[in-house]
């Protein structure tokens, strides 16, 4: 792995430990939000395996979807959990937006944690650097 992809899942991992513990507490938007921090950086990761920096959150589901799930190099569903963690984030920042229950926390923070591993693997097996 290359040092940016390490430290793209070190981060993912501290921002997923978060997430845990802010569920744990209740702050369902903060869990919510931090959950989707994890999965970005994870998907900035895959990126790097192919020597790809990108920008802002959009900018990294675009590059994703287009670079690993339109491949075929990941599985389809973790771009939609990319996405609706990125709702889902949205959602808890904004004023309008009803309350995010405490199911759909869980379930991001969870998505979260399968996309990690996955990620971790790919990056393993795909990237020139050793580990």
Request: with cysteine; proline share 2%.
């Amino acid at each position: 792995m290359t040092a940016r992809s390490v430290q793209l899942i070190d981060g993912a991992n501290r921002a997923l430990a978060s997430a845990q513990r802010e569920l744990e507490a209740h702050d369902l938007e903060t869990a919510a939000e931090r959950a989707c921090v994890a999965m970005l950086r994870l998907a900035k990761a895959c990126l790097d395996v192919d020597g790809l920096s990108s920008g802002p959150a959009q900018a990294v589901c675009c590059e994703y979807g287009q670079h690993f799930v339109q491949t075929g190099r990941m599985y389809s569903a973790y771009f939609r959990w990319l996405l609706d963690a990125a709702d889902l984030r949205k959602a808890a920042a904004s004023d309008i937006a009803a309350p995010i229950d405490y199911d759909a926390a869980a379930t991001v923070v969870e998505r979260a944690e399968i996309f990690r591993d996955a990620t971790t693997r790919f990056v393993s097996r795909n990237s020139t650097w050793p580990t």
